[in-house]
T-cell receptor, first 116, second 113 residues
Framework: AQSVTQLDSHVSVSEGTPVLLRCNYSSSYSPSLFWYVQHPNKGLQLLLKYTSAATLVKGINGFEAEFKKSETSFHLTKPSAHMSDAAEYFCVVSSLSTGTASKLTFGTGTRLQVTL | DAGVTQSPTHLIKTRGQHVTLRCSPISGHKSVSWYQQVLGQGPQFIFQYYEKEERGRGNFPDRFSARQFPNYSSELNVNALLLGDSALYLC????????????FGQGTRLTVV
């Protein structure tokens, strides 16, 4: 079974400072990994994805993540936080469940707070 | 192009009732998946349908069922509602059943009282 662990349930940063949201994964083979963002009362938006190409993945809104197989990590970073980044962030791993369906397994989420 | 659309956006039901949630995938997408997101948690996989067939099922009771229509839209049905079924139900569409990238709708907020 595949799983992801988000190491922080809540992260608070000041506007203009770097963001680091941590995620570790568990997988029996090379996984596909994603970060999704969810703003209050909104659906999920894909930030970026890793599918065994470049280990440093660039996403939307200045976010990026680095796949580190040796550390089984896929941390999300952004050089400078903006107030609009305040949201819930989910680290996600994809697997093929029985019946050859693609199933997304979500972490428990990290709430990012951005203060002035 | 329209994204994934779900209806209704909000719904209030009484315990024991039945509910039907609807989802229209992105045009050209043939796979629809359903997820349940309880407040404060990450979404949990319920079903995936592709070409009108169930391709995957999560750890949910038989009270949960779904189907996919020839136009690839989908319905999620929940019978004998429990208070614990209160959640945001998310629909995701993708091109193929093995496609790892999914696009989510805004969700249906179901409240069971």
């Amino acid at each position: 079974a595949q799983s992801v662990t988000q190491l922080d349930s809540h992260v608070s940063v000041s506007e203009g400072t770097p963001v680091l949201l941590r995620c570790n994964y568990s997988s029996s083979y090379s996984p596909s990994l994603f970060w999704y963002v969810q703003h209050p009362n909104k659906g999920l938006q894909l930030l970026l994805k890793y599918t065994s190409a470049a280990t440093l993945v660039k996403g939307i809104n200045g976010f990026e993540a680095e796949f580190k197989k040796s550390e089984t990590s896929f941390h999300l970073t952004k050089p400078s936080a903006h107030m609009s980044d305040a949201a819930e962030y989910f680290c996600v791993v994809s697997s093929l469940s029985t019946g050859t369906a693609s199933k997304l397994t979500f972490g428990t989420g990290t709430r990012l707070q951005v203060t002035l | 192009d329209a994204g994934v659309t779900q209806s209704p956006t909000h719904l209030i039901k009484t315990r024991g009732q039945h509910v039907t949630l609807r989802c229209s995938p992105i045009s050209g997408h043939k796979s629809v998946s359903w997820y349940q997101q309880v407040l404060g948690q990450g979404p949990q996989f319920i079903f995936q349908y592709y070409e009108k067939e169930e391709r995957g099922r999560g750890n949910f009771p038989d009270r949960f069922s779904a189907r996919q229509f020839p136009n690839y839209s989908s319905e999620l049905n929940v019978n004998a509602l429990l208070l614990g079924d209160s959640a945001l139900y998310l629909c995701a569409s993708s091109l193929w059943h093995t496609d790892t990238e999914a696009f989510f709708g805004q969700g249906t907020r179901l409240t069971v009282v």
